[in-house]
Each structure stands twice: as C-alpha cells, then as structure tokens.
C-alpha cells in the first residue's frame, strides 16, 4: 500500500509563491499518475492539476493554468506543485493522490486510491 506525504505548505501574501511536495513515504507511484487536489470547508474536493507517470503529460484546473505547475522527480520518488500569483481563493488543504491504474492519468477524484494527510495553504489578502 503507497502512502503519502505532503509539505510546503504555510502562510503567503497574495501574490507569493509556495511549492509543494508529495513523497511517497511507503512504496513508489512510479508508474501511476499523480494529482493534486484541494479542499475548503463544506465543499468538495477540487481537482487542481495532474501529472503523467512518465510526467511528460500534465493537466490543470482552468482556475490555476499559467500559474501553478507540476513536476515529478522519478529519482527521488517526489512530485511537486509550483505554485505562484497566489490568491486568496487558493487557500484550501491541498492534497495530493495516487492514481488507482498505472500508466493513467485524471482530474477525477475517484479514479485515485491513495491520498496524503493534506498541508494547508493559506494566503492572506
């Protein structure tokens, strides 16, 4: 079973930058693709932006494209979320997942099966 870490998160001004990092604690997500979601309160997980297990395939929200950007790093079994211009309706917990089928890749919560403890991400106005 892979389990997930997620850090980088904190406190930003509008407008600043965080990067977030999702290791892969307990086994490898090499050959699985990797999302990023985020969550406030009373409301539902939202798809922030994916990456292709061979990370050559990536896919944003309409919400974050041109600001956020996903990497991974299949050496050191880490995927990353760049994030930059923040704003205030960026903040959530964001969370990052693996997908349930190799060599896939989707913005669908459901088609992950395991998920980091979350980092929050908070930007002030």
């Known amino acids: 079973q892979v389990q997930l870490v997620e850090s980088g998160g904190g406190l930003v001004q509008t407008g600043g930058s965080l990067r977030l990092s999702c290791v892969a604690s307990?086994?490898?997500?090499?050959?699985?693709?990797v999302g990023w979601f985020r969550q406030v309160p009373e409301k539902e997980r939202e798809f922030v932006a994916a990456?292709?297990?061979?990370?050559?395939?990536?896919s944003y929200a309409d919400s974050v494209k041109d600001r956020f950007a996903v990497s991974r790093d299949m050496a050191n079994n880490t995927v990353y979320l760049q994030m930059n211009s923040l704003k205030p309706e960026d903040t959530a917990v964001y969370y990052c997942a693996k997908q349930t089928k190799k060599f896939s890749q989707s913005s669908r919560a459901w088609e992950y099966d395991a998920w980091g403890q979350g980092t929050q991400v908070t930007v002030s106005a």
């Open positions: 990456i292709a297990w061979h990370g050559r395939s990536t």
């Open positions: 307990v086994g490898s997500f090499s050959l699985y693709g």
